[in-house]
């Protein structure tokens, strides 16, 4: 069972979203670049179904549920198609069946100036957000 999905909206770029941070341009392409370097030199880009708990920036192999295999840039919305991967994580929510109700959020770390823009930012993981349940699902 490998499922991958088409492309998804992942951040709007120049458009303040629900927790007050604006991604600009400059942060998309560092976005794309460092997903790149990781993908040339690990050869996938895990994720997670939610953000952890405890604030962690590191992806929980025991947590994985996907994997993000390419970006783009559609007008001002950076999109990510996504492979559903058969993990125990994966298995154990049934992901596949829980699709329609997911959004895929960037988790990463950077600074926040007082306009609220992000500078410096590392991108970690894209994972998945439960629309309904999840705080960060909003935030596009």
């Known amino acids: 069972m490998k499922i991958v999905t088409d492309y998804l909206p992942v951040l709007r770029i120049n458009v303040e979203n629900l927790n007050g941070r604006t991604y600009t341009q400059q942060n998309v392409d560092d976005i794309i670049k460092q997903f790149n370097e990781k993908i040339e030199k690990f050869g996938t880009f895990f994720g997670e179904l939610g953000h952890p708990t405890d604030g962690s920036m590191d992806v929980n192999l025991r947590n994985v549920t996907h994997s993000t295999s390419k970006l783009r ?65 909003g935030l596009i």
């Not at 198609?81 to 959020?105: C, G």
């Not at 600074?111 to 970690?124: F, K, L, V």
Request: aromatic letters at 6%.
């Open 73 to 137: 840039q559609m007008g001002d919305v950076l999109q990510a198609k996504v492979i559903l991967l058969e993990t125990d994580k994966s298995k154990e929510v049934d992901i596949a069946s829980l699709l329609p109700k997911l959004v895929l959020r960037p988790r990463g770390f950077g600074n926040i100036t007082p306009d609220r823009r992000i500078e410096n930012y590392r991108i970690c993981a894209f994972d998945l957000i439960q629309k309904e349940t999840d705080v960060f699902a």
